[in-house]
C-alpha cells in the first residue's frame, strides 16, 4: 500500500524513544531505496534545469526533498560540498555541475541501501551526462549526527528533508555538526518542513508520521532560533510555499494542521553584537526629500529605491520617528541583494 494514501492515527501518547524513531526512519528510507516510491515526499520547487544536465528518471523518482537545496550563486568557485541524506543523488549530481573535481561533493547517509542506490544512479547519470564523471561523487556511510567529515572543510553544506525528523536534542546535534564541518563565511542550505500551528503531542510521536517528515514540523520561529543558536550570524529565507494538510479524517488532530515547506540559506557568518540578521524578505523604500537617508548603521537609503534589509533593520527603521520610510512585511522569499 501507498503509505502517503494510509490514514495514520496514533492510539496513545508515547515518550519518545531515540533510537526507536531513528530505526524507523531507517526503515522507511530503506524501503524507499529498495522500491523507489514517486512521491513520497512533494518538492515544492521546480527542479533547476542547467545546459548540458541530463537528470536520470530514477533519480526524480527518488527525489525525497520538500524543496531545492541548489542555488547557483551559492557554488562559485568550485566550492567543496557536503549533502548529508543523499536520496536518489538528484542532488548530487546537481552540486557537482558546479563543481566538477574529484571527490567534490560528499554524500553522507546512514542507510546502506540509499547509498548502494544513489552510486547505482551515478553510474546511469554518467551516460547521459559527457561532463559526469562518478569520481565527482564520494558517497560515504555517516550519521547527520556525526559527521565524517573535518573541521572546517566544507564551502556549502545542504539537507533537504532530513532535519524534520529529528527530536529538538537530536536537531542541535546535527545543526552543530554542519556547523563544525563548514569553513568560515560557509553556507548551510537546506529545505524542511514548517507548522505555525501546535502539533498534537500523539502526531509528533508517531515514528512513522515523523520519518515521513510530517509530525516534527516545527514554527519558522523555532527553526531559525535552532540555526542561530548553533551560532549561524546570517539566515537567509529563500521560499515559503503550501506543502501538505494533516486533516482530521487520516490524522488524530482535532483542526486540520497546515503544513508548509522553507528554503533557508544559514551562513557561517561571525555573530552580530546585536544579534543575528535574518533575512525574510523585508523591504525599506525611503519616501523623503533629502538626496538620501542615512541611519548611520551601514544603511543609505536612496529616495524611491528599494533596499532588502534584515528583520533587525526593518524594526530599527520603523521605530523611527518622521523618517519617510516605508518598510514592507515579510514575503519570506529572499534572494540576495540586502544590507544589514
Not at 554524500?107 to 544513489?118: K, L, Q
Not at 540578521?277 to 529605491?305: M, S
Request: charged content about 25%; hydrophobic content about 35%.
Amino acid at each position: 500500500m501507498d503509505v502517503r494514501q494510509e490514514p495514520v492515527r496514533a492510539v496513545a501518547v508515547q515518550l519518545p524513544d531515540m533510537e526507536t524513531y531513528l530505526e524507523t526512519t531507517k526503515n522507511v528510507y530503506k524501503a524507499a531505496a529498495e522500491t523507489p516510491d514517486v512521491g513520497l515526499c512533494c518538492t515544492t520547487t521546480p527542479v533547476w534545469a542547467f545546459p548540458e544536465l541530463e537528470i536520470p528518471q530514477i533519480m526524480l523518482d527518488m527525489n525525497y526533498g520538500c524543496g531545492s537545496t541548489v542555488h547557483p550563486r551559492d557554488l562559485i568557485n568550485s566550492p567543496k560540498i557536503l549533502y548529508v541524506g543523499v536520496g536518489g543523488g538528484m542532488e548530487l549530481l546537481q552540486f557537482s555541475y558546479f563543481s566538477r573535481q574529484k571527490q567534490g561533493v560528499i554524500g553522507v547517509d546512514v542507510v546502506d541501501e540509499m547509498i548502494g542506490a544513489c552510486q547505482n544512479n551515478m553510474q546511469e547519470a554518467a551516460l547521459y551526462n559527457k561532463w559526469f564523471d562518478p569520481s565527482f561523487i564520494d558517497v560515504r556511510m555517516g550519521d547527520a549526527l556525526n559527521l565524517p567529515i573535518e573541521d572546517e572543510s566544507i564551502d556549502v553544506a545542504g539537507q533537504n528533508c532530513l532535519f524534520n525528523i529529528f527530536h529538538e536534542e537530536d536537531l542541535k546535534k546535527a545543526l552543530q555538526e554542519m556547523y563544525r564541518v563548514l569553513k568560515p563565511r560557509g553556507r548551510l542550505v537546506m529545505s524542511d518542513p514548517i507548522a505555525e500551528q501546535a502539533m498534537p503531542e500523539t502526531l509528533k510521536n508517531d515514528q512513522r508520521l515523523r520519518a515521513l517528515c510530517l509530525s516534527g514540523a516545527i514554527p519558522l520561529k523555532d527553526y531559525i532560533k535552532m540555526i542561530t543558536d548553533v551560532g549561524f550570524g546570517t539566515i537567509e529565507i529563500r521560499a515559503k510555499r503550501p506543502y501538505r494538510i494533516l486533516d482530521t479524517k487520516n490524522y488524530d488532530t482535532n483542526e486540520a494542521i497546515f503544513i508548509e515547506s522553507v528554503e533557508v540559506c544559514a551562513i557561517k557568518d561571525p555573530m552580530p553584537e546585536d544579534g543575528p540578521c535574518v533575512f525574510t524578505g523585508r523591504t525599506a523604500i525611503y519616501t523623503g526629500d533629502q538626496e538620501y537617508f542615512d541611519d548611520h548603521k551601514g544603511h543609505v537609503l536612496l529616495p524611491n529605491q528599494p533596499l532588502s534589509v534584515c528583520d533587525k533593520t526593518a524594526r530599527n527603521l520603523v521605530a523611527l520617528e518622521d523618517s519617510n520610510i516605508w518598510v514592507s512585511p515579510s514575503t519570506h522569499f529572499y534572494d540576495g541583494g540586502g544590507c544589514c
